[in-house]
């Protein structure tokens, strides 16, 4: 449970600026860094998922010694990691009593957001943009093709530009 433990620290140090994560993670007396690092950046990664699923849930109003952050280790590790490593100390019987309503209340987002998969319920994870694909600036081979047709299909394709036709600057 010393991982756990461990990786509430850094969220707590990260959350209130003593440091980057990185430098905290390395900071720590922990042995496995990597592990450790792995499981903050998920961690972390999931953050607005975890807290929406353990203010659901009530988790910290039925359990007063659970602190917010080994709240959201312990729960990302039931609900989205590999499960608890070795037997879980003496916080694995504590979320196995609210595991059916923390599983419930992942559901129960997945289905409010419209979503299947845990990737989907993150934020940045939109379709991009076709306009952010394409690219600033284009340069046109005018052995194969030429700048107008270059300047013809970017319009076509809901964009504008600036400049001549020569040299394009795709906004």
């Not at 991982?3 to 600026?17: K, P, T």
């Amino acid at each position: 449970m010393a991982l756990y433990a461990a990786a509430a620290a850094v969220l707590a140090g990260v959350e209130s600026r003593q440091g980057s994560l990185k430098g905290l993670v390395y900071g720590s007396s922990f042995q496995n860094v990597k592990q450790l690092y792995a499981l903050v950046c998920e961690t972390q990664r999931y953050s607005a998922v975890l807290d929406a699923v353990i203010a659901s849930a009530g988790l910290l109003r039925a359990e007063k010694k659970l602190r917010p952050h080994l709240a959201k280790v312990l729960v990302y590790e039931l609900l989205l990691g590999r499960g608890f490593k070795g037997r879980g100390g003496r916080w694995k019987p504590l979320l196995d009593r609210h595991q059916a309503r923390l599983k419930a209340e992942l559901a129960r987002l997945k289905v409010r957001r419209g979503v299947s998969q845990n990737e989907d319920l993150l934020e940045g994870r939109s379709k991009p943009d076709p306009a952010s694909q394409v690219p600033r600036f284009v340069r046109v081979n005018t052995l194969k093709t030429s700048s107008e047709d270059a300047v013809d299909y970017f319009k076509r394709q809901g964009f504008s530009y600036q400049g001549r036709a020569s040299r394009c600057h795709i906004k």
